[in-house]
């Protein structure tokens, strides 16, 4: 049964911290071949169509390829576009939410005027989810699992720090109708052997330790993987 990504902590990203610099917006001017190139380019499936800075809603592969003449402009055509956006004040697990529940590639930003500010695309949220897992610190990986009702996070906390060490990330998932989660922990130090015994000796069950560089790429590649499936749910 694939686990479900339930939520990172430790985070304060915001949609706006998180907008492309480099996907451009299509104007009505814009031919659907000049939209298929751009979405090739960037392996995308959807572009927003923005006249000046109103933002009039997201185009899709499919919708282009519908056409009847993709070598002329969008603006020529009846098109009946959805509009889904995230205001830039929102956080990045709305980002998330949005763009898994709608299967989109990327989703439009909007400020509080309703301008359109950028977006959002897939691959922007896996460079962030990277970060957010303290990917680039050294340090190694440790994985408990627990009862729902046993999750206490100060206890948690409590255990690791009570050794010295510090928690750089940690997030929660869970496999649907399993009362059980999965907390995975990237803390700042290599040898977690002092750390495991404290856990064993508080009753906690530790089903996966990565203290070596080659275990930990396998465990970040899966951890990859499974915020993708995420996304495409």
């Given at each position: 049964?694939?686990?479900?990504?339930?939520?990172?902590?430790?985070?304060?990203?915001?949609?706006?911290?998180?907008?492309?610099?480099?996907v451009p917006a299509l104007k009505t001017s814009d031919t659907g071949e000049q939209a298929l190139n751009?979405?090739?380019?960037?392996?995308?499936?959807?572009?927003?169509?923005?006249?000046?800075?109103?933002?009039?809603?997201?185009?899709?592969?499919?919708?282009?390829?519908?056409?009847?003449?993709?070598?002329e402009a969008i603006g020529n055509h009846e098109l009946s576009l959805t509009r889904p956006f995230v205001t830039d004040n929102q956080h990045i697990y709305e980002v998330i939410e949005v763009l898994s529940?709608?299967?989109?590639?990327?989703?439009p930003v909007l400020n509080a005027e309703s301008n359109y500010l950028g977006c959002i695309t897939q691959e922007d949220l896996t460079?962030?989810?990277?970060?957010?897992?303290?990917?680039?610190?050294?340090?190694g990986i440790l994985v408990l699992e627990m009862n729902d009702n046993d999750y206490s996070l100060t206890e948690i906390a409590g255990i690791v720090e009570g050794n010295n060490a510090r928690i750089l990330s940690l997030y929660v998932s869970t496999a649907p109708g399993i009362q059980r989660l999965s907390v995975t922990l990237k803390l700042n130090i290599n040898d977690l052997t002092?750390?495991?015994?404290?856990?064993?000796?508080?009753?906690?069950?530790?089903?996966?330790?990565?203290?070596?560089?080659?275990?930990?790429?396998?465990?970040?590649?899966?951890?990859?993987?499974?915020?993708?499936?995420?996304?495409?749910?």
């Open positions: 049964m694939q686990p479900h990504l339930k939520y990172i902590i430790f985070t304060t990203v915001l949609a706006r911290d998180l907008i492309s610099d480099v751009w979405m090739e380019i960037f392996r995308i499936k959807h572009l927003p169509i923005v006249n000046h800075q109103q933002f009039l809603g997201l185009i899709s592969d499919q919708d282009i390829l519908d056409l009847n003449n993709v070598k529940r709608l299967k989109l590639t990327l989703v460079r962030e989810f990277a970060n957010l897992s303290a990917m680039q610190h050294p340090g002092a750390i495991i015994t404290t856990f064993e000796r508080y009753k906690y069950t530790v089903s996966a330790t990565y203290m070596n560089s080659r275990d930990m790429d396998d465990f970040y590649q899966d951890r990859f993987d499974e915020f993708i499936n995420y996304l495409n749910i």
